[in-house]
């Protein structure tokens, strides 16, 4: 299995929009990587705070060098640039990545939740398309089984910390602060982070909530969104429109009382307007400024972060082991019936003759752990 991506720890913001895939985008990307890079599997992650390929084939070396080929070309990117703004893995290196990944512990807030569920929707997107394999089953199995491990033998995940808790918390201080019980406009909330947001504000017990859908029915017209601008003390753009929702002419308009007013914007890519920041009383965040509070509520949570990695290499020595059998059973299925139909002393003492005194003696510690 290779894997090719950036995240926050290694590109700001402004790179990572260049990598995000939209749903169309990705289905497109996975049905190219099989026809022109000869991948039998591959997923797609693309969040707020990464984007990362995954795929596996016969000759990692050479599907590597494709798919980063395919990647520059779909995104218009400038190849020597790109190769220095992603990170590519291969192997054992690639599996590992996915289990952190899919954990939390290569996460902007160590041990969330919430790309667990991020990670699964990406493999269910794959399999629904028909691009998986059983390696990547096998892989993305492991690693969701995994991090489910870590989060019910730990304390990782015993305080929220995803973009959507920090989002609210901020929005709570902001209104405490301004000594109102405020109203929060969001854009986008529908979909899932404006979804989340939601909930999260209701049950901090901020009620007087707005927000803005594109459906006929329910909730406030996109098309009206400006309307609820100067009413609001919060505002929050957290859609997948590849456009700015928010434009700062439009929002200076719209604004006929002056006060203090939030804007958030927890999307990638970025939806307000930059210069929003500029106009009086107006003050402006993005995802890439919650990676302060992000980081002081993962030092909290550095204490199991040892527990947690002991759970994950176990489970991700046992994927591999799968992994490696599922490869023997494909080019050597014949080869493993006729070693089922002899006896153990005949294919003991075959195993015997054949490796390496180190590779014999796990052997032998393996077959005594077994007696007892």
């Known amino acids: 299995m290779i894997c090719i991506g950036v995240s926050y720890k290694n590109v700001p913001l402004d790179v990572r929009e260049r990598y995000a895939f939209s749903g169309e985008e990705r289905a497109v990307f996975l049905r190219r990587l099989r026809e022109e890079c000869e991948s039998r ?5 693309s969040t707020c705070n990464r984007s990362e390929i995954y795929a596996c084939g016969e000759n990692e070396d050479m599907l590597c060098a494709r798919a980063q080929d395919l990647l520059c070309v779909t995104k ?5 640039l790109m190769l220095r703004q992603i990170y590519a893995y291969q192997g054992r290196q690639a ?16 041990g969330e939740d919430e790309i667990l569920r991020q990670v699964k929707e990406g493999y269910q997107e794959s399999l629904a398309q028909g691009m998986s394999c059983s390696e990547i089953n096998l892989a993305f199995q492991g690693a969701m089984s995994g991090a489910k491990s870590v989060k019910t033998r730990t304390e990782l995940s015993r305080t929220p910390v995803s973009v959507g808790t920090l ?6 201080a902001f209104l405490r602060e301004h000594g109102t019980t405020g109203r929060v406009l969001i854009v986008g909330i529908t979909g899932k982070i404006g979804g989340i947001l939601a909930k999260n504000l209701e049950a901090k017990g901020v009620t007087d909530i707005v927000g803005t859908t594109r459906r006929e029915a329910g909730g406030v017209p996109y098309a009206d969104r400006y309307r609820y601008v100067d009413g609001s003390d919060v505002i929050v753009s957290a859609t997948a429109s590849p456009h ?3 434009l700062a002419e439009d929002v200076a308009v719209a604004v006929r009382e002056e006060r203090e007013r939030l804007f958030v914007d927890l999307a990638v890519p970025r939806d307000i307007d930059r210069r929003v920041a500029e106009l009086s009383g107006c003050t402006l965040v993005d995802v890439d400024d919650f990676q302060r509070e992000a980081r002081e509520n993962s030092e909290r ?3 199991e972060r040892e527990k947690a990695e002991l759970i994950l290499e176990e489970k991700l020595a046992e994927t591999a082991k799968g992994i490696a059998f ?6 050597h299925g014949e080869t493993f019936e006729r070693f089922k139909s002899r006896t153990f002393g005949s294919v003991f003492y075959q195993l015997r003759d054949a490796m390496g005194e180190d590779g014999f003696s796990e052997l032998l510690a393996a077959l005594t752990g077994m007696e007892a």
């Open 167 to 172: 989002a609210a918390n901020r929005i709570e």
């Open 244 to 246: 700015c929702t928010l």
């Open 76 to 80: 218009g990117l400038e190849p020597g």
């Open 326 to 331: 599922s490869r023997y059973l494909e080019g």
């Open 95 to 110: 599996l590992a990545h996915l289990f952190w990944v899919a954990c939390g512990l290569d996460s902007m807030a160590l």
């Open 41 to 45: 599997g591959s997923v797609i992650l």
């Open 301 to 303: 949570k550095l204490a």
